[in-house]
């Protein structure tokens, strides 16, 4: 049976470890602190960015700036010209940010507060439940990672008391979305003292906090042949994932390159990106001018690395959904299991181009991948992503690319297991090429 052979197999254990990645990280904190140790273990430096940085050619490093991570490999024979390849995804996916004073007694419930962050599929939420996830800080300053069992639900109307609900739920984005978290009998055991009690600390000690609601569910593995992954923030854990498992695969190899490879994984992209930890930041310009300046590039040098260097900007798109097939292009119908996708849109919303679709090409026969491409429907809108913001402020060439899925910004989506594989080994491909990419 096709769906027995050793590919699959692969295609399934890789698609079981990015299910069990994605468990571990319910928020983009959490996403950068487990890069940061995974890195580790692999023998990568994670900098401060407050030191000296002293990078030596041979060596491999990281830097964690709040939910966003940078890591990169300096080969022993860095060539100026051969410049940057960089696979840039980002850490966060949209959902739900618990508000400030976010205890609410109501109707007999203990509630949340919460704001909506991004644009999830707000129905998608209902009815599971949720865990709550981020950083805390305490008043001497220091940040707790915490992350709670399932304590929360934003629980659905009962349809006898809405007939209208047969016909999708519409949603209040205030008064329909706040979790319920416990009845309220008295007004102790508040969120803060729950939180107080994993940070290990006093309650009045916690003086601020970014946390998301995340769902608890496990990642699975399902499907009449077992080809798919359902699992939230797949959007864009899909793409982060490939990369960390692309270049920690091919370390070794990777100082023997002339190009420095680059993980650019950036916070915020689901809300634009204009932060200190998004794309739009500085992040990635301030990592490049150090470690250029570290292996003695002149300003010249630096700018002949730009030249010479790609993003990969890697993030989730559509696949064609058989219940809505009217909302794609009629002719280029990109497939879950018809691998990873070029993304392609004339309004500069996607980055790829002539040259850098056929370097994508390039790679993809490098790995033995069968890709696909993606352009929108034209009365459609297109998404955007990381891609032009880092194009345009660093001037390298960029091509945008990602696995299809359905269910996008659902608190649960579903990929394929090959499209997952696949963009991993193309990844792959394209960090360990030795042909120039500029
Ligand atoms: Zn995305």
Not at 240 to 255: G, N, Q
Request: aromatic content about 6%.
């Amino acid at each position: 049976m096709e769906q027995h052979d050793a590919t699959h197999d692969s295609a399934l254990a890789y698609a079981r470890d990015l299910g069990e990645f994605v468990q571990n990280v319910p928020s983009s904190f959490h996403t950068s602190a487990a890069i940061a140790q995974l890195l580790t273990k692999r023998g990568f430096v994670v900098l401060d960015e407050r030191d000296h940085w002293s990078i030596e050619s041979g060596g491999c490093y990281g830097v964690v700036r709040d939910g966003a991570v940078i890591a990169w490999t300096v080969p022993t024979g860095v060539d100026a010209a051969a410049g940057f390849r960089v696979i840039g995804a980002h850490t966060d996916s949209p959902g739900f940010k618990v508000k400030p004073a976010p205890e609410i007694f109501a109707h007999g419930w203990q509630q949340l507060g919460v704001e909506i962050y991004g644009g999830p599929v707000l129905t998608s939420w209902l009815d599971r439940e949720l865990s709550i996830a981020g950083r805390v800080l305490t008043r001497d300053g220091a940040q707790h990672l915490v992350h709670t069992g399932p304590v929360a639900r934003i629980p659905h109307l009962a349809i006898h008391l809405d007939r209208t609900l047969r016909d999708m739920t519409k949603l209040d984005p205030q008064r329909h979305t706040q979790p319920i978290v416990a009845t309220a009998l008295t007004e102790s055991g508040t969120l803060v003292e729950h939180l107080a009690h994993i940070a290990d600390c006093q309650p009045r000690d916690v003086v601020s906090w970014d946390l998301v609601l995340a769902d608890t569910q496990a990642p699975q593995v399902f499907g009449l042949r077992n080809e798919f992954l359902a699992a939230g923030r797949l959007d864009n854990l899909s793409s982060v994932f490939a990369a960390l498992s692309a270049v920690t695969a091919k370390a070794d190899e990777l100082l023997d390159v002339a190009h420095i490879t680059v993980i650019a994984a950036f916070d915020h992209e689901e809300v634009g990106s204009a932060s200190r930890s998004g794309a739009a930041g500085s992040l990635l310009e301030d990592v490049m001018s150090r470690v250029t300046q570290a292996l003695g590039f002149t300003d010249s040098d630096r700018r002949r690395a730009l030249a010479g260097s790609v993003l990969i900007s890697a993030d989730a798109g559509h696949g064609v959904h058989p219940n809505y097939p009217e909302a794609h292009d009629p002719v280029v119908r990109p497939h879950l299991s018809g691998g990873p996708m070029l993304k392609v849109n004339a309004d500069q919303r996607y980055t790829s181009d002539a040259v850098s679709s056929a370097l994508w090409h390039r790679w993809c026969d490098q790995a033995g991948v069968t890709g696909q491409v993606f352009v929108s429907h034209n009365a459609v809108p297109c998404g955007s992503t990381i891609g032009p913001l880092v194009e345009t402020r660093l001037g390298m060439r960029s091509v945008d690319v990602g696995v299809p899925l359905l269910s996008m910004h659902s608190a649960r989506e579903l990929a394929h297991v090959k499209d997952l594989l696949a963009l991993r080994d193309v990844l792959a491909a394209a960090v360990t090429d030795t042909r120039p990419a500029g």
